[in-house]
């Protein structure tokens, strides 16, 4: 089955603490991104990958940090330094960067703060 | 001015009628369009995609582009329980895509 995958579907933080969220894909897409959003709001970009070993900052990247090491991974730590992390995190590939192709989201991961 | 605006909702229409969700955007070059389904608590799903001024047909469901107005908006025809969600507009231009907040559809039986 090609596809998203993100783990966990819950995960929670305590305070000062780095969490790591994962996203793996088999469709053998170039691009992978990540979201995050809020109740009522809609989606917001952290950062994005076009290629291995090269990402970019989105909109909202402080308090986040990525890695792309292989094509069908792209992980995303919530460091501590994020004051507000409370959210829905989705992760996105599609085939090529460029903004202009679909691109198809993971499950999502649910962060809490204890 | 946001980049993507949509009514929140919540749209509320009756079983086998017709839902009308629409879109504007502010970004005059933007190039790609997109609907996306969420249900509560779930991730997004591709509905449609449409790129040139018109309508795109698919099923129950038709896009509609209008670059000039720079509006875009979805039809679903008869609608079911099943179609109620939040619908979001997405739209790109080069490297970035743009999301709205989405509209809240719920289709009464």
């Known amino acids: 089955d090609g596809g998203i995958t993100q783990s966990p579907k819950y995960l929670f933080r305590k305070e000062g603490q780095n969490v790591t969220l994962s996203c793996e894909q088999n469709l053998n897409h170039d691009a992978m991104y990540w979201y995050r959003q809020d109740p009522g709001q809609g989606l917001r970009l952290i950062y994005y990958?076009?290629?291995?070993?090269?990402?970019q900052k989105g909109d909202i990247a402080e308090g986040y940090s990525v890695s792309r090491e292989k094509k069908e991974s792209f992980p995303l730590t919530v460091t501590s330094a994020q004051k507000n992390p409370t959210a829905f995190y989705l992760c996105a590939s599609s085939s090529q960067g460029g903004g202009q192709e679909t691109q198809y989201f993971g499950p999502g991961t649910r962060l809490l703060v204890l | 001015q946001k980049e993507v605006e949509q009514n929140s909702g919540p749209l509320s229409v009756p079983e086998g009628a017709i839902a009308s969700l629409n879109c504007t955007y502010s970004d005059r070059v933007s190039q790609s369009f997109f609907w996306y389904r969420q249900y509560s608590g779930k991730s997004p799903e591709l509905i449609m995609s449409?790129?040139?001024?018109g309508d795109k047909e698919d099923g129950r469901f038709t896009a509609q582009l209008n670059k000039a107005s720079q509006y875009v908006s979805l039809l679903i025809r008869d609608s079911q329980p099943s179609d109620s969600a939040t619908y979001l507009c997405?739209?790109?231009?080069?490297?970035?895509?743009?999301f709205g907040a989405g509209t809240r559809l719920t289709v009464k039986p």
């Open positions: 990958s076009q290629i291995v070993n090269d990402f």
């Open positions: 449409i790129y040139s001024n």
């Open positions: 997405a739209v790109t231009n080069n490297n970035d895509m743009r």
